[in-house]
């Protein structure tokens, strides 16, 4: 055992070149005992084993500094920067994040989750050395698919203007978390093909210096490329030539299903937890493939992730042309269907919360000013999403609900949801985007509203007096919860509204509100701040009613405990309860 | 004249080609009637003149379909696309806006004016008109300055999946706004001297097809060119090299103050509007030049438009390393001051508000997740901002008052500016936003506070009672008008304070002013939904005291006056002693 004596990098250096190999084996043995117990990233893990061993063998971290893209290939990074047990003793899964953290290690110099980053983070470390006349070496790790996205072809036509000691390291497995989408891959296949001398070079036409390892998985060969490049006094790509998922066959003979992998047992690939209940994903791909059937017009639009809404291999090539992945490429996306929308295409794009934070800009200008009729379906956008603090869906509603012209609907069950989405499709006066419910799917057989075309008319579902509950898309469960306990509690029914529309105030129903009730409760999926109840305390701002506010209060919370986060932001039914005892 | 009988692009086709030059005179002199006495963006639509003849003369427009990128180029297309009286006529000059506009004219497709959007919304045509089984042309027209755009490079990348008719015009006038910054302007330099022969090819390797046009002010070739590839059956690159401000001696001359200018003699080129008032740009400018004297870690960066904080060539020059102008790549920017500030260097990021709302991501992800003590100055964020509906300032406090960590700063006058500015670039535990003023140098000599690392602290700069006024940022001067109107009026004193902190509450002061004040009035300078005051009054929503929130209603304005604005808003002094009389 060899990993048992590395715990920094200057560990690793007492090795020879031999023993690396038989490292290399540990290291997986030890990923395979974390990722098949715990789930996690897979493919991109197995494949840089050996380029991270490379790597640490030759540079002196933490003096020269690696920045990992995505940071979900930096499992091996962290087992030789003291972390290893985070990995080989199950009491020890908890200690450490998916993704590189400066709070875990001084060998990590920043929190990533999102793609196309490192150049540029990596960038400023650079000109930060420069500018204070420093030595180190910066690396750069990105992966092929995160070359598409734009803040990393950014990075990389910037990266030769800093005329310096720059390194940057492109992982090639040939993948995307899917297949890989953009004319770009097929320059890196043409690279591939030519051993790296095709004269047309993506890098080179980038004004970088360029070297290309074939075997990206041999220690030795990345050894003596790294050695030669160690101090270069000026940016250069190395080009690596990986096999995602290497070392484990399953999951390099089905790279897009092992890209992530719930807990499996490792001599079949099985999945360990089965689960068939029904999901969005599901059911959202189910009625986009009925419905492009039916017309031709109809296509979706996803960025790199077509999982999140069901669309695996399969689903994808009975849609045909009808369905595009665009890559890892966020802007590009919305301002694509807009313009599908302006020339008579009806197109539907879908991403989680969190990656629609790219495109701001895109959804205000290219999008909203326009005023192009494009569906926009955002997953994952809950206090019951993704849990790491770089993945969160807390921030959609601040962001997305206040650019002007944008109808953002949040449906409050599966009938609900599909009613929305059916007429955003057909109606040409908005563009829409629809919060995908995220507790589950709540099925509740009842009748929708087939036209949310007049705008911003609340729903109220119950009517009653003193307190009325707003509660908003997947919280209109808790909200129906909060009524029969105040029920329950003091005897009266409060009124319970659905407000389906993000974007406006019912002016109408929130006036009639003040004639017999004290107290009105906003209840939201999603940081208070920016969100839709504070629209609600403003326009009740000068009036005798009192508002209180329910959400997430603005921060960062990472890897929480569902419970314990809504308990922090008194969501609990208790709680709430106790808190209108007070106001009523 | 050949001009007076062009009324639509028809019209275009029935002159010969010979008299095709005789209209380019024309063009270019009432482009030069309106530039020179209206002002506008001069360099891109003197290049252009000869390509968007061409185009039109050999496509069918509007059923063949031309996105122009930032649409700041497109004067010429107007005038031949039945818009030429707003150029000839001074009467007209109001008639058009300064972009595309699909409210003008069947001939333009999106109201754009952002950078590097074309690619991306040409596309969704392109997609559009495939799904239908359309066969127009569709155009995309870039220029060279344009393609360091995040969005850009996503759009080049994913075009060629389009794999059906898709002609992409780059304008290369080897020119952003300002120089070039990027690596891939060396590879367009490559292919201009080879005349598009050289083997690294930046186009190539986005699997692009590829043509090259020498002579791009010369019609006759553009259109024998255009006239090939026309109903072309895939994506195809045409790559044109133009001269900026081409047929004005003095504007090909200088073509950084040329790419935009105000009001000026045709004969000297001299500006007819003479201002030299101080502006936030040269002070600011003035105060970085001094600090990286001192200090050889602050490093200034800007993303293509260095004039927004008053760097002229000249302030470049002097800076020297530790001026970075990135070229247009907002994303890029906030990553690389990120890692800049986390490797010891003290960064500062200037963008306009506007251009900020590339970089949400970015902000949250890169720099505010990762807490890295950069310095972000947001300028012309206001309504005193540019009026043009693409450019507006009026989202960034909903935009980024509600991202985590991030401390957004919002000075009242000249000296608070330079203390918060002076105190981010000195602290490290921040990121850090300031929201330069907008209404004019307002100059106090007073002291401000030097020390703002004890967050959200409001600063009460007049103690009175019933009603306290929350004056943000550059509001504030109106804030001190209203209270002492309402003195005026009423005979007592009113609280005045200066928030400061846009992204936080300070909870001691609100608790306090509910004991002599039964008012509170927010005033912001931008829109309402997401904003500051929409906080105090959720914070205030169940108390006694009465709230009532100033500021933009959420909506896009187009070319609108201010005080029209602000008078639709409530926001005149007039207007807001009136409500308070109805509250108080």
């Avoid at 707003?470 to 909200?479: I, V």
């Amino acid at each position: 055992m060899y990993l048992e004596n590395i715990n920094s990098p200057k560990d690793l250096k007492k090795l020879k070149n031999s023993e690396l190999e038989a490292l290399a084996m540990e290291i997986r043995n030890a990923l395979m005992n974390r990722l098949s117990k715990l789930g996690g990233h897979f493919g991109p893990n197995f494949g840089m084993v050996e380029t991270i061993i490379a790597l640490h063998y030759v540079f002196n971290s933490p003096k020269d500094k690696i920045v990992f893209d995505v940071s979900h290939q930096s499992y091996t990074h962290k087992i030789l920067t003291g972390r290893k047990e985070a990995y080989l003793y199950d009491e020890h899964f908890k200690d450490v994040s998916g993704y590189t953290n400066p709070q875990e290690s001084e060998h990590d110099f920043f929190n990533i989750g999102h793609t196309s980053t490192s150049i540029s983070l990596a960038g400023g470390l650079v000109k930060a050395r420069d500018l204070q006349g420093n030595n180190e070496n910066i690396i750069a790790v990105i992966g092929d698919g995160s070359l598409s996205g734009g803040e990393a072809l950014e990075g990389l036509d910037f990266a030769s203007e800093l005329k310096s000691n720059f390194i940057i390291i492109v992982n090639d497995n040939d993948m995307s978390i899917a297949e890989n989408y953009g004319g770009l891959y097929k320059n890196l296949n043409d690279l591939r093909e030519s051993k790296g001398t095709c004269e047309c070079n993506l890098f080179k036409a980038m004004n970088l210096d360029y070297t290309y390892i074939d075997e990206g998985n041999n220690i030795e060969k990345l050894i003596e490329t790294f050695n030669k490049i160690k101090d270069i006094d000026h940016p250069i790509v190395i080009h690596i030539n990986t096999t995602k998922g290497k070392g484990y066959k399953i999951a390099e003979e089905n790279k897009e299903n092992w890209h992530w992998h719930l807990p499996f047992d490792i001599d079949t690939g099985k999945t360990k937890i089965s689960n068939f209940e029904e999901d969005y994903g599901m059911l959202t791909c189910e009625y986009l493939l009925e419905k492009m059937e039916k017309d031709k017009k109809v296509v979706t639009v996803v960025a790199g992730v077509p999982g999140n809404i069901g669309f695996t291999k399969e689903k994808r090539e009975k849609a045909g042309k009808q369905f595009v992945d665009v890559g890892i490429a966020e802007e590009h996306a919305i301002a694509f269907v807009s313009g599908i929308a302006k020339n008579g295409g009806k197109p539907v794009f879908a991403t989680h919360s969190s990656f629609m934070q790219r495109t701001y800009d895109q959804l205000s200008q290219d999008l909203c000013i326009n005023n192009n009729p494009a569906t926009i379906l955002v997953n994952t956008a809950s206090v019951y999403g993704m849990n790491d603090v770089t993945h969160l869906g807390l921030y959609d509603i601040a962001m997305m609900g206040n650019i002007p012209n944008l109808v953002y609907l949040a449906p409050t069950c599966k009938e609900e949801y599909f009613s929305m989405l059916d007429w955003s499709i057909e109606q040409n006066e908005f563009p829409v985007a629809i919060r995908i419910p995220c507790n589950g799917v709540v099925s509740t057989n009842k009748n929708y509203e087939k036209d949310y075309s007049k705008l911003n008319r609340y729903q109220i579902e119950q009517s009653g007096n003193k307190v009325a509950i707003l509660a908003l898309g997947d919280f209109y469960q808790l909200g129906e919860k909060v009524a029969s306990e105040v029920y329950k509690k003091w005897g009266f029914n409060p009124t319970l509204i659905n407000p389906r529309y993000i974007t406006g105030i019912d002016k109408e129903v929130l006036e009639n509100l003040q004639k017999e009730h004290s107290l009105v409760i906003t209840l939201e999926d999603g940081i208070l701040e920016g969100g839709f109840g504070e629209k609600i305390a403003s326009y009740y701002g000068t009036s005798n009613i009192k508002v209180k506010n329910y959400g997430i209060k603005k921060s960062f919370p990472d890897r929480y405990g569902v419970y314990e986060l809504l308990k922090q932001n008194r969501l609990t039914v208790e709680q709430i309860i106790e808190d209108i005892n007070k106001f009523i």
